[in-house]
């Protein structure tokens, strides 16, 4: 045994021939064969037979349940966002029964807005008695009303009558008086309506008694103490201010059109 010399470990990296002791020059130059030739026959193997594997092809039950558990996310996500997930629970729930309904706590609900109906679809109006009193029979859908005085959608696209969504969202049993409440008197827990409506009858007013007094009416809109705002403005909040804006555009050009208009008034109107 003696050392590798200098001229045999020629072309072979340092490290790899220190402290090293081969018997031979011909061990050396088998060494270095080794070190030249490629990867063991196995390995070269185990990678064509992983490249070879088949790929998987799209088929049309694959594609039929990514849409299924992408649907379901979604539908899942639309309920976390719209706080909806009790709506689930809800379809497996035991009605009470009519024995058990006699005893009901009263709950009375003033208006027809976004938080009067939205108090609704939570409640389970089979264990409560809801009543709802409102001179708008209808909800009003107010992101869209001012597309209503251009003509883009008409108005009876954006409300929706108030038995219907009672029914729609399972609150059948709603009790609905289309009045506008005129005073409340918390000692006793009553509230004074009255019909407010073109045609009255022999009763035109009435009074409710509750447990449970909501109030949702919303706001009248703000004018800010501007002098003028609530004599020359037009208001964007009812049914009624949509369509006097849209008479009002209309009758614009109507008066614009007339034979022998000035340029003057016509670029006023």
């Known amino acids: 045994m003696f050392a590798l010399s200098r001229r045999a470990t020629r072309g072979i990296p340092r490290q790899l021939t220190r402290g090293i002791n081969l018997p031979s020059i011909a061990s050396v130059k088998t060494f270095k064969r080794i070190l030249s030739t490629p990867a063991s026959s196995s390995s070269s193997s185990d990678s064509s037979s992983s490249q070879q594997k088949p790929k998987k092809k799209w088929t049309l039950w694959r594609g039929a349940k990514y849409l299924f558990v992408a649907g379901l996310g979604i539908y899942l996500f639309d309920l976390y966002v719209n706080d909806d997930l009790d709506s689930i629970t809800d379809r497996f729930r035991t009605k009470v029964s009519e024995a058990e309904r006699k005893n009901r706590p009263r709950i009375v609900i003033l208006g027809t807005g976004w938080g009067a109906l939205n108090l609704v679809r939570k409640l389970h109006t089979d264990e409560m008695q809801v009543t709802i009193v409102s001179p708008r029979n209808y909800f009003l859908f107010t992101p869209m009303l001012t597309n209503t005085t251009t003509g883009t959608i008409e108005l009876r696209s954006i409300i929706e009558p108030i038995r219907k969504y009672c029914h729609r969202s399972d609150a059948d049993e709603v009790t609905f008086y289309e009045a506008e409440c005129t005073s409340i008197d918390p000692v006793t827990k009553t509230v004074r309506c009255q019909d407010t409506s073109p045609i009255k009858g022999t009763v035109s007013e009435f009074s409710l008694e509750y447990d449970h007094l909501v109030i949702a009416v919303?706001?009248?809109?703000?004018?800010?103490?501007?002098?003028?705002?609530?004599?020359?403005?037009?208001?964007?909040k009812e049914m009624e201010d949509a369509r006097i804006l849209r008479d009002r555009i209309l009758d614009c050009f109507e008066t614009a059109s007339y034979p022998g208009q000035p340029e003057e008034e016509i670029d006023r109107l």
């Not at 703000?222 to 705002?229: Q, R, S």
């Open 218 to 236: 919303g706001a009248e809109s703000a004018t800010f103490n501007i002098p003028g705002v609530r004599e020359n403005a037009c208001f964007m």
